[in-house]
């Protein structure tokens, strides 16, 4: 039985308000990343969660950071996706890139787009919601989450989701701008 919509709704701004907490604590780009990751995956019961970040000068995503439960039996499908790159558009990662709108699909065996098969490792995947890491129009990266269950969307979650990729974008822009005045000042 799932929580009435109020407590749902606290429950989803509670979970908003500790990723902002984590981002403001974190001074490593990261382990903030991470920590994010770890959260949403937690709070929601996603099997694991991922970020790709935008690398302009190749015009592809690339994989930055992941967090999965520890003795997990995702961890060697994980260091294989490590070397994957979307380019704007190609995959579903890379649409939600280029789109710069949340994707939710309710199984990933069903959708002809998913670029690493459902079935890899031995793992088997359904469940997929990916967000844009965007500020100010500017898209930074995409978050990914899978899960072994189908799920179906979950629009207040997509909200959530929308908060968290703005507050993360802020986070890695201030990062970047830190960095870039420590290499005027060195």
């Known amino acids: 039985m799932s929580a009435p919509?109020?407590?749902?709704?606290?429950?989803?701004?509670?979970?908003?308000h500790?990723?902002?907490?984590?981002?403001?604590?974190?001074?490593?780009?990261?382990?903030a990343l991470k920590a994010v990751l770890q959260a949403l995956c937690?709070?929601?019961?996603?099997?694991?969660?991922?970020?790709?970040?935008?690398?302009e000068a190749a015009g592809v995503l690339r994989f930055a950071a992941s967090w999965f439960p520890q003795g997990s039996s995702v961890a060697s499908h994980m260091m294989v996706s490590e070397d994957t790159v979307?380019?704007?558009?190609?995959?579903?990662?890379?649409?939600?890139?280029?789109?710069?709108?949340?994707?939710?699909?309710?199984?990933?065996a069903k959708q002809p787009l998913a670029v690493t098969p459902v079935r890899t490792l031995g793992l088997t995947?359904?469940?997929?919601?990916m967000f844009p890491?965007?500020?100010?129009?500017?898209?930074?990266?995409?978050m990914s989450f899978v899960s072994r269950e189908v799920r179906e969307p979950d629009l207040r979650l997509l909200?959530?989701?929308?908060?968290?990729?703005?507050?993360?974008?802020?986070?890695?822009?201030?990062?970047?701008?830190?960095?870039?005045?420590?290499?005027?000042?060195?």
């Open 86 to 108: 979307f380019r704007p558009g190609a995959g579903l990662v890379g649409r939600v890139w280029e789109s710069g709108r949340p994707l939710w699909v309710s199984d990933l």
């Open 125 to 129: 995947l359904h469940g997929a919601c």
């Open 133 to 142: 890491v965007a500020w100010r129009g500017r898209t930074m990266g995409v």
């Open 18 to 31: 500790a990723v902002a907490r984590q981002l403001a604590e974190a001074d490593d780009a990261e382990v």
């Open 42 to 55: 937690e709070a929601e019961a996603w099997e694991y969660g991922r970020y790709w970040r935008v690398d």
């Open 159 to 186: 909200e959530t989701f929308r908060v968290v990729g703005s507050q993360v974008a802020q986070f890695l822009q201030r990062q970047q701008h830190g960095e870039e005045i420590a290499g005027l000042n060195a």
């Open 5 to 16: 919509p109020e407590q749902r709704d606290d429950d989803l701004l509670r979970l908003e």
